[in-house]
């Protein structure tokens, strides 16, 4: 059964805040919830399991990862590759993700990230039981933290 | 001043290369444990390597412990750079053998204090 | 598009910077211009005011407007780390505090100021020497008090609840291990360092609350702050609570404050060091 996430959304949208203050020196601001989920997004996620099961998902726009590359990698934006995008994002939902599970009172594990292109594949985020949304430099951002149900149920039954 | 910085991810490593890079240190990267220890069997030994902890093929812990089980790399400095933030996994990797812990996200300035304290003087202003 | 705003940004934030620079003496390099927006921005949802642009404008329009003063005092805020500057924590370690809690074996008590302590990270980086000394100090009277102008800092130094980007800064992965447990997306303090501590507000150029006999005096960065007569008579108070054999220990660029009267200069370690002289 899972553990219940203690992490509030105030945290979350803290953790977020840290990262990018950090690690690119920018810093975001709340924004309104998407209305729909657009067809250039990029979503990196990685996958927490043990004492909680569910997923930590970052989501933004194709320039919106494309700046997020070319800052970390410290390039121009036409120097960066397709999967140098995908590293850099799939490094923040790794930081995000960790920074998500350290704040179970269990153990867990967190995977490696995956990354995809077009509207995320992971059955309902937009019903993620924690949702941060916010913007940097204009460009969009959605953070979910979001419970494997079936896992669960799966456990208690 | 060899540091190694070993992290799957190239955005990382980049970022790292270059914190260090200022400081002072020539720098390699390896993008998971294996490589890094493939690297110093090569002769590319460090003064002090910079370990994440969540890697493919051989994770920042695995990593650690093979290099304290080698007299020959005895004076190599550890520091994890890891999102693995918990007090138990903190505690585990220095009772592996790691010196220092920095946790992900950090800033440059926590790179270069941290190196100080671990007596790296020259490097940290 | 977002390129030309940037820029734009940018100018605006040299001229808050020179503005700040001009006003407390802090100088704000470039690469700490980012500092700006994290620092600003609750400022200027206080105010009301729009972005960067806007404030350089009004500020620049009247540089004494209590936004004027937020700006300042955002800016300005005592930047701190544990062990910060590490240095001073040696000569604490090595030498001032096992010499002090040798020569005070018959009364068993101890007491240190952090004056301007802000979010606390200074006191609580000598209690965790204390409770790594040698000694056993379990049975001694310890004070730990800890001074600042901002209610605010002082509310989080009482707290003792730090982020992961604050534990990173300064704090050995040893004591981050041994003093502080997790607590949600922080980290808190052990409750038996935390209780050694005790927080004030206290303003340097208002009368003093009333302080205990001192026996080590932390007064980092904050007198490059004040006109030379106002920083001697600081001294001076500071003087009269220490005990006849305490130390002062001032930020590693204030050495060249000139005078700091009734004290002998000693070197420690790569330290300088204030003991207050007789009289």
Same mark, same amino acid.
């Given at each position: 059964m899972n553990e219940t996430i203690m992490l509030e959304h105030r945290d979350l949208e803290d953790i977020v805040s840290q990262v990018w203050t950090s690690l690119m020196a920018q810093e975001t601001a709340n924004a309104a919830p998407w209305e729909s989920v657009a067809s250039d997004v990029v979503a990196a996620g990685v996958a927490i399991s043990g004492c909680w099961n569910g997923w930590v998902v970052v989501e933004t726009s194709q320039q919106g990862a494309l700046d997020l590359a070319s800052t970390l990698f410290d390039l121009p934006r036409d120097e960066i590759a397709p999967s140098d995008l995908a590293d850099a994002l799939g490094e923040v939902a790794n930081i995000v993700g960790g920074s998500v599970k350290s704040t179970l009172t269990g153990t867990a594990e967190l995977s490696l990230p995956s990354v995809e292109h077009g509207p995320s594949t992971i059955a309902g985020l937009s019903e993620a039981s924690l949702q941060v949304h916010a913007a940097w430099q204009s460009h969009p951002l959605r953070i979910s933290v979001l419970d494997d149900n079936s896992k669960s149920t799966k456990e208690q039954s | 001043m060899l540091a190694m910085v070993i992290d799957d991810s190239r955005a990382m490593r980049s970022i790292l290369r270059r914190i260090v890079g200022e400081l002072g240190f020539e720098v390699v990267e390896a993008a998971d444990g294996q490589q890094a220890l493939d690297l110093m069997d090569d002769? @590319?030994?460090? @003064?002090i390597a910079l370990i994440d902890w969540n890697m493919p093929v051989l994770d920042g812990l695995g990593f650690v412990t093979s290099v304290r089980s080698r007299q020959e790399w005895r004076d190599i400095t550890l520091m994890m750079v890891t999102t693995e933030s918990e007090h138990g996994q903190i505690v585990r990797a220095l009772a592996a053998g790691a010196h220092e812990y920095v946790i992900k996200p950090f800033t440059a300035d926590a790179i270069a204090e941290k190196l100080q304290l671990l007596g790296f003087a020259g490097v940290a202003s | 598009m977002s390129a030309a705003i940037d820029v734009r940004a940018d100018v605006h934030r040299e001229m808050i910077g020179r503005f700040v620079e001009s006003r407390s003496a802090i100088v704000l390099p470039a690469e700490k211009h980012y500092l700006f927006d994290a620092r600003l921005q609750p400022v200027m949802r206080e105010y009301g005011v729009s972005d960067l642009v806007e404030l350089a404008n009004q500020i620049s329009r009247d540089g004494s407007s209590p936004l004027a003063q937020a700006v300042i005092e955002a800016m300005t805020t005592n930047e701190t780390s544990f062990f910060r500057d590490i240095h001073p924590f040696d000569a604490l370690n090595e030498t001032l505090l096992p010499e002090l809690i040798r020569s005070r074996q018959q009364s068993k008590r101890l007491a240190i100021w952090s004056a301007a302590c802000s979010t606390g990270q200074e006191l609580y980086s000598i209690a965790m020497l204390l409770d790594s000394a040698v000694t056993n100090l379990s049975d001694w009277d310890i004070t730990l008090h800890g001074t600042d102008l901002s209610t605010e800092v002082l509310a989080r130094a009482r707290s003792a609840r730090y982020s992961a980007l604050e534990v990173n800064r300064g704090l050995r992965a040893q004591y981050l291990a041994k003093y502080f447990t997790r607590d949600g997306t922080h980290y808190l303090l052990a409750e038996h360092l935390r209780a050694w501590a005790t927080f004030d507000r206290l303003n340097f150029i208002e009368p003093w609350p009333g302080l205990p006999r001192f026996d080590i005096v932390l007064c980092r960065n904050v007198l490059i702050y004040f006109e030379l007569e106002v920083r001697q008579q600081i001294i001076r108070r500071i003087r009269d609570v220490l005990a006849p054999d305490g130390y002062l220990i001032l930020g590693s660029a204030e050495t060249s404050v000139g005078d700091v009267q009734g004290f002998t200069r000693l070197s420690v370690g790569r330290s300088t060091i204030y003991r207050k002289e007789a009289h």
């Amino acid at each position: 059964m899972n553990e219940t996430i203690m992490l509030e959304h105030r945290d979350l949208e803290d953790i977020v805040s840290q990262v990018w203050t950090s690690l690119m020196a920018q810093e975001t601001a709340n924004a309104a919830p998407w209305e729909s989920v657009a067809s250039d997004v990029v979503a990196a996620g990685v996958a927490i399991s043990g004492c909680w099961n569910g997923w930590v998902v970052v989501e933004t726009s194709q320039q919106g990862a494309l700046d997020l590359a070319s800052t970390l990698f410290d390039l121009p934006r036409d120097e960066i590759a397709p999967s140098d995008l995908a590293d850099a994002l799939g490094e923040v939902a790794n930081i995000v993700g960790g920074s998500v599970k350290s704040t179970l009172t269990g153990t867990a594990e967190l995977s490696l990230p995956s990354v995809e292109h077009g509207p995320s594949t992971i059955a309902g985020l937009s019903e993620a039981s924690l949702q941060v949304h916010a913007a940097w430099q204009s460009h969009p951002l959605r953070i979910s933290v979001l419970d494997d149900n079936s896992k669960s149920t799966k456990e208690q039954s | 001043m060899l540091a190694m910085v070993i992290d799957d991810s190239r955005a990382m490593r980049s970022i790292l290369r270059r914190i260090v890079g200022e400081l002072g240190f020539e720098v390699v990267e390896a993008a998971d444990g294996q490589q890094a220890l493939d690297l110093m069997d090569d002769g @590319q030994v460090p @003064q002090i390597a910079l370990i994440d902890w969540n890697m493919p093929v051989l994770d920042g812990l695995g990593f650690v412990t093979s290099v304290r089980s080698r007299q020959e790399w005895r004076d190599i400095t550890l520091m994890m750079v890891t999102t693995e933030s918990e007090h138990g996994q903190i505690v585990r990797a220095l009772a592996a053998g790691a010196h220092e812990y920095v946790i992900k996200p950090f800033t440059a300035d926590a790179i270069a204090e941290k190196l100080q304290l671990l007596g790296f003087a020259g490097v940290a202003s | 598009m977002s390129a030309a705003i940037d820029v734009r940004a940018d100018v605006h934030r040299e001229m808050i910077g020179r503005f700040v620079e001009s006003r407390s003496a802090i100088v704000l390099p470039a690469e700490k211009h980012y500092l700006f927006d994290a620092r600003l921005q609750p400022v200027m949802r206080e105010y009301g005011v729009s972005d960067l642009v806007e404030l350089a404008n009004q500020i620049s329009r009247d540089g004494s407007s209590p936004l004027a003063q937020a700006v300042i005092e955002a800016m300005t805020t005592n930047e701190t780390s544990f062990f910060r500057d590490i240095h001073p924590f040696d000569a604490l370690n090595e030498t001032l505090l096992p010499e002090l809690i040798r020569s005070r074996q018959q009364s068993k008590r101890l007491a240190i100021w952090s004056a301007a302590c802000s979010t606390g990270q200074e006191l609580y980086s000598i209690a965790m020497l204390l409770d790594s000394a040698v000694t056993n100090l379990s049975d001694w009277d310890i004070t730990l008090h800890g001074t600042d102008l901002s209610t605010e800092v002082l509310a989080r130094a009482r707290s003792a609840r730090y982020s992961a980007l604050e534990v990173n800064r300064g704090l050995r992965a040893q004591y981050l291990a041994k003093y502080f447990t997790r607590d949600g997306t922080h980290y808190l303090l052990a409750e038996h360092l935390r209780a050694w501590a005790t927080f004030d507000r206290l303003n340097f150029i208002e009368p003093w609350p009333g302080l205990p006999r001192f026996d080590i005096v932390l007064c980092r960065n904050v007198l490059i702050y004040f006109e030379l007569e106002v920083r001697q008579q600081i001294i001076r108070r500071i003087r009269d609570v220490l005990a006849p054999d305490g130390y002062l220990i001032l930020g590693s660029a204030e050495t060249s404050v000139g005078d700091v009267q009734g004290f002998t200069r000693l070197s420690v370690g790569r330290s300088t060091i204030y003991r207050k002289e007789a009289h």
